[in-house]
């Protein structure tokens, strides 16, 4: 009998394997294709962003001259378009360069390979992340070091999302924007690159400056990194509900209740 390795090497889609190994690249397909159209159109459209004191993820920090002044960080003069496009390159690169993702849209869209132990698409020409434009994956630390400052300021906004006109309280949107916080933190948390710096490369713990504290914290990250990919897509899906959340608001499609 052929071994599994003989029979995926035969052509793309070829394998042993009698599950039905095709639903996750073809569920990751279709979850990427329909938060991919949302994002693009919340963040290309430019308006309906911000319900007072709600501010959308996407466009945060808000530093064009078109922002609403109470929520406004600049006054980019020069900038015409959408101010959520003037931060779109950290969060796309962010996310576009997660080992996570990357295995996924590998499989999803390029189909190399669609699922473990099944036949390639492109067989043996693949040369991995050695070349342009992929070998563009390696700057997903510094992305990383940049979603830092935009995670200061989503934390802020949510911090802001529980101010009124009369001071403090709770709407369903203050709630929103807190989940969705907890969400993103628990993505970044989980993120590799991260976990690399925390304490993913120190040889010797007991030997390393402040050892004993980068273990702990590296057990913690790594906590977070076994379940990054379930972070991954929560924080995603979420993120676009809390935008459609405050635009709906910001419309008047729906009514933001005070629960305090
Ligand atoms: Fe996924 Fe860094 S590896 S966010």
Redesign the pocket.
Known sequence: MESSAAVRDRGFGKTLRRDRWWVPPLSVALGFAFFGAYATVAIFQGGNYFADPYLSPFYSPCIAASCPEEIRLLGIEWWPLSPAILMMGVILG??GT????RKAYYRAYFLDPPACAVGEFRGDRYSGETKLPWVLQNL?RYF?YASIVIWLFLTYDTFHGFFFDDGFGVGVGSLVLLVNLVLLSG??F?????RHLIGGNVDCYSCALGGKARYKAWKGVSWFNKR?MSW?WLSLGFVCATDLYIRLVAMGVVRDPRLF
Do not use: D, T, V
């Open positions: 962010f996310r997660c080992y996570y993702y997903h990383l993505y970044w989980g993120c590799h690159s991260l990054h991954a």
